[in-house]
């Protein structure tokens, strides 16, 4: 599975993280996604008992090989999906957009907008369950969700770049991942506007996150497998 640290906590404050630890965990991390996304354990097969015959029987056959397909998940209805492409900047640009732009105000729900990642997550389904997570630190709770809707709240991102953080060779060095896997820190001014005793108020943050995505050649077009912390990014 992919790092510890990136979990469920609300991004509500910057905290200082020692590069040492982080690497170590991460590592660790990675090197475990890889084993449970391969193969099976020795323990998982057991020996068949030996018995003399004059005529053994012939071994059996291997087993065919399993092809697996990805195919993509629909977004939710009247939101249109994210768009398939092999090129990961513009996978994470778009992976930033769907996460910060919303509209209480319209006729789509929290749980359209969360969909509407998950249509891109793991086709494994390995990193799904923490992506899941993940995402509890971007979009608002339920009850957040009703609360702002009542002052016509919505929110959007400039996104400002978006490349390959240099931790991120560090990290992933003899971690065993699948070709492809790569990690992208993504910057930008989100924007969020409302009404409040009538009048209409905005503000404005700097905001930064890493997204973990694999593409090519493992599979045609992007997935989204894991994201930091908001404003903890992989630098």
Not at 53 to 71: F, G, L, S
Not at 128 to 139: E, F, H, I, M, W
Not at 229 to 234: G, Q, V
Request: glycine content about 8%; some cysteine.
């Amino acid at each position: 599975m992919l790092p510890l640290r990136w979990s469920t906590a609300r991004p509500v404050h910057r905290v200082h993280v020692v590069l040492g630890a982080l690497l170590v965990l991460v590592v660790a991390a990675f090197t475990a996604y890889g084993l449970l996304a391969t193969g099976n354990t020795a323990d998982s097969v057991r020996a068949a008992p030996v018995t003399a015959a004059a005529n053994p029987p012939a071994p059996p056959a291997p087993p065919a090989p399993v092809t697996v397909t990805t195919p993509t998940a629909p977004a939710p209805a009247g939101l249109s999906p994210i768009a398939g492409t092999g090129d990961p900047v513009a996978f994470a640009t778009a992976v930033a957009r769907a996460l910060f732009d919303w509209d209480t105000t319209g006729s789509h729900t929290r749980a359209d907008h969360k969909g509407r990642l998950l249509a891109v997550a793991d086709p494994t389904g390995v990193e799904s369950p923490g992506l899941v997570a993940d995402l509890g630190g971007y979009l608002p709770s339920a009850q957040t969700w009703d609360f702002l809707a009542g002052y016509d709240t919505r929110q959007w991102i400039d996104v400002t770049g978006a490349r390959v953080p240099d931790e991120w060779h560090a990290v992933a060095a003899g971690s065993g991942l699948a070709p492809g896997t790569t990690a992208l820190t993504v910057t930008g001014v989100r924007h969020r506007a409302g009404t409040w005793e009538s009048r209409e108020v905005t503000e404005r943050f700097d905001v930064a996150f890493t997204a973990v995505v694999v593409c090519g050649p493992t599979y045609p077009r992007c997935y989204l497998l894991r994201l930091s912390r908001l404003d903890e990014p992989l630098r």
